[in-house]
């Protein structure tokens, strides 16, 4: 059983992807510039959306938690190295502070 700071750092990371998921299905233009700026191909937010909704189904339910969570902190892994490698490291932090969030609730 997860101690409450890792329950609600698992419920912050599910909200963060829930929002992750909504942004990227929708894609306004910053989002679709930045797909585009990254070298990724136009369906590819579609793609990062059905990952972090999975990841937000399996950190929901309690027996695959801890898979949602590594899912999780995969995703902001490669989100960091996408922005890392654009030079776009600034706005990497916020993909950081999630991605250890996701750690420190899975452990």
Avoid: C
């Avoid at 912050?12 to 510039?33: E, H, K, Q």
């Avoid at 309690?62 to 898979?67: F, L």
């Avoid at 902001?76 to 922005?83: E, H, K, N």
């Amino acid at each position: 059983m997860p101690g409450d700071y890792q329950l609600y750092l698992g419920y912050f990371v599910a909200f963060v992807f829930a929002t992750g998921v909504i942004v990227n299905l929708v894609g306004p233009a910053g989002i679709r510039d930045g797909y585009k700026r990254w070298g990724y191909p136009p369906y590819f937010r579609f793609v990062t959306a059905a990952l972090e909704g999975l990841a937000l189904v399996l950190i929901v339910i309690d027996s695959t938690r801890v898979a949602g969570l590594a899912l999780a902190a995969l995703i902001m892994l490669a989100a960091i190295v996408t922005l890392v490698r654009a030079s776009e490291a600034k706005h990497a932090i916020p993909a950081f502070v999630v991605m250890i969030a996701a750690i420190l609730a899975a452990i």
